[in-house]
């Protein structure tokens, strides 16, 4: 391949200039990291790390700064907004490539797309203006009644319900996570060989024990890829639950409560933040997050990458 | 009930539930387009984009600056990220192709598209704001680009592996020297596809948010100096959907119908020409 670029001097320039663009992308990453910790060293310096994450601290004015009431509020919403829309997700990819006529398949795919490119702050906008007075009229004084007699569930739905809390945000989220899982697990299940199901089709199966016997445990390392991006995801979406959220430094056990993510955070504070340790425990804040997303991001792409062999093979 | 019976009936509820979860997906895309359809177009007025922001209880105020700043802020990341993704591109899918130094830079972009955008905004104003002491539009130009970026480098990769390597040959044959070959004839064969993936990635950096809010920042004047703080539609939606005017509000939610109609045009546009020149 590289046959002719020792000969050319042209080639010798170009083919450099085409690596030092593509080693950028290195270059930022280890540049974000550098510069989050080297931001974030005042900080590291006086909390620690093991107290900064485990203080509930958030106090600007004590200037006493702990991180847990972000990462518990990051971890609530997210995990709470993947169990909405997970099986709504699967539900979609099904329908997608087993169940539609060939006339609907093209246009819900196409629905699908479009909702995964809608910017997350018309997300967000919506759930303020519109899902809001919903959550709160409707279904969150219905989930409180419901929920009432049962010990431990009514603990989640204490409290007054006003729409501007973690339900409704996680409500959100996972609108705006389900187009994203649905088209990876339908590219997934769509790798199943036609051959493998006919088989199965041949030996007297229904069409939903060939999707619960042979669709899915083919394509299980690509659907769950796939949700581990989704988490990846929602734990760094920033517009979509701004919004709603509220910006609340408390560890609630009350889903009808305010709360605060490390985005949030980030959002509402970051521009505000009047004092060095202040500013510092921020970058702090999004050193975390950084490293937090990394890794998840990394672990969904070794399975996707790992899905991808197997299928290839 | 017989065993067929029960399986056929587990079967028909299993299917019923997958058929009512696609109805739920498109219920949404429904509700929140209409929405965004119906309380835009009520508030859009020719001084939305003729008139600059009035003090709240002045009617007649629009967002000039905000949609001015946008274009600006997106053009200036456009052209900053292209090139530069472009030509990583080329080199994981030409002078890299099969090493595992191309590999690991496809994998570590592909990560970086899904990268926290809020968190690249704090980046930013570490290395450009802060040292500056302001926030400025290149600032929230430059934070874009750094989005842009990965998503065009693995695009182009995509769309110039899809090349026939025989092409390459018959210009190698020639007597060309790489380059020539790449740009004469590679860049040539993939262009559409190129193309397709830089129109998304416009899609997809011009409705961020929070990358912008503290990079170029906002700004209630009509301003096209990109060294001192740009507004913009996104950010402009925020603090607007977020305070306490009716007129505000009604003015966030015609951004929003602008903002989401340039987007949603992108992408068909992106698909339609995928499915035009691949299938």
């Known amino acids: 391949m590289a046959m002719t670029s020792k000969k050319n001097p042209v080639d010798l320039i170009f083919s450099s200039i085409t690596a030092i663009a593509s080693f950028s992308v290195i270059l930022f990453i280890i540049g974000i990291l550098y510069v989050l910790i080297s931001e974030s060293s005042p900080a590291i310096g006086k909390f620690g790390i093991a107290k900064f994450l485990a203080s509930t601290d958030w106090d600007p004015v004590k200037e006493s700064f702990g991180a847990l009431t972000n990462i518990y509020g990051t971890l609530v919403t997210t995990v709470l907004s993947l169990v909405i829309a997970i099986p709504v997700a699967i539900g979609i990819a099904i329908f997608v490539t087993e169940i539609a006529p060939n006339f609907l398949k093209g246009p819900i795919g196409v629905a699908i797309e479009l909702l995964a490119a809608i910017p997350s702050i018309i997300y967000g906008m919506w759930g303020l203006f519109t899902l809001s007075p919903i959550m709160s009229t409707y279904v969150e004084p219905f989930l409180k009644k419901i929920t009432a007699g049962v010990p431990f569930i009514n603990i989640l739905f204490q409290g007054t319900p006003m729409g501007i809390d973690i339900l409704t945000a996680s409500t959100i989220l996972s609108i705006m996570i389900i187009p994203f899982t649905a088209s990876i697990s339908r590219d997934a299940f769509n790798l199943t060989p036609a051959v493998v199901k006919e088989s199965a089709y041949a030996l007297g199966a229904t069409q939903w024990e060939v999707v619960k016997n042979i669709v899915i445990p083919y394509s299980k390392l690509g659907v769950f890829g796939g949700v581990v991006l989704s988490l990846g995801r929602a734990l760094g979406e920033t517009m979509a639950v701004a919004f709603v959220l509220g910006n609340n430094h408390r560890i609630t056990t009350s889903l009808l409560d305010a709360a605060a993510t490390i985005t949030v955070t980030l959002a509402n504070e970051f521009a505000e933040a009047d004092k060095d340790i202040y500013l510092s425990s921020l970058f702090y804040l999004a050193l975390v997050l950084f490293v937090l997303s990394f890794i998840t991001l990394a672990i969904a792409k070794f399975f996707l990458l790992r899905a991808e062999r197997k299928y290839s093979r | ?279």
């Open chain 2, 1 to 279: 009930m017989t065993r067929e019976q029960k399986r056929k009936t587990e079967g028909f509820i299993a299917l019923l539930l997958s058929t009512l979860a696609a109805f739920v997906g498109l219920f949404w895309l429904v509700f929140i387009l209409g929405d965004v359809l119906v309380h835009g177009i009520s508030a859009l007025k020719p001084g939305l984009f003729l008139n600059d922001p009035t003090p709240p209880g002045i009617v007649g105020g629009g967002l000039r600056n905000a949609f001015v700043g946008q274009l600006l802020i997106t053009i200036a990341a456009t052209l900053i990220g292209v090139p530069v993704g472009v030509l990583g591109g080329t080199f994981l899918a030409e002078y890299a192709r099969g090493r595992n130094i191309a590999r690991l830079i496809s994998v570590l972009s592909d990560i970086m598209v899904s990268v926290p955008s809020i968190v690249i905004g704090t980046f930013i104003y570490a290395i450009l704001v802060k040292p500056m002491g302001h926030f400025s539009g290149w600032a929230g130009a430059v934070a874009l680009a750094i989005i842009m970026i990965p998503v065009v480098l693995r695009t182009t990769e995509d769309m110039l592996t899809l090349v026939p390597w025989t092409l390459r040959e018959a210009a190698f044959a020639l007597g060309a020297p790489y380059y020539k070959v790449i740009i004469q004839v590679v860049y040539r064969g993939a262009a559409t596809g190129i193309l397709t993936g830089i129109l998304l990635s416009i899609a997809r950096v011009a409705g961020e948010t929070a990358p912008l809010l503290f990079t170029s920042f906002n700004n209630s004047f009509f301003s096209m100096d990109m060294q001192r703080p740009v507004a913009s539609l996104t950010v402009t939606i925020f603090q607007y959907a977020m305070g306490p005017y009716d007129d505000w509000h009604a003015q966030a939610w015609a951004a929003a119908f602008v903002i989401t109609l340039f987007i949603l045009l992108l992408t068909i546009a992106g698909r339609l020409i995928i499915k035009w020149r691949y299938k």
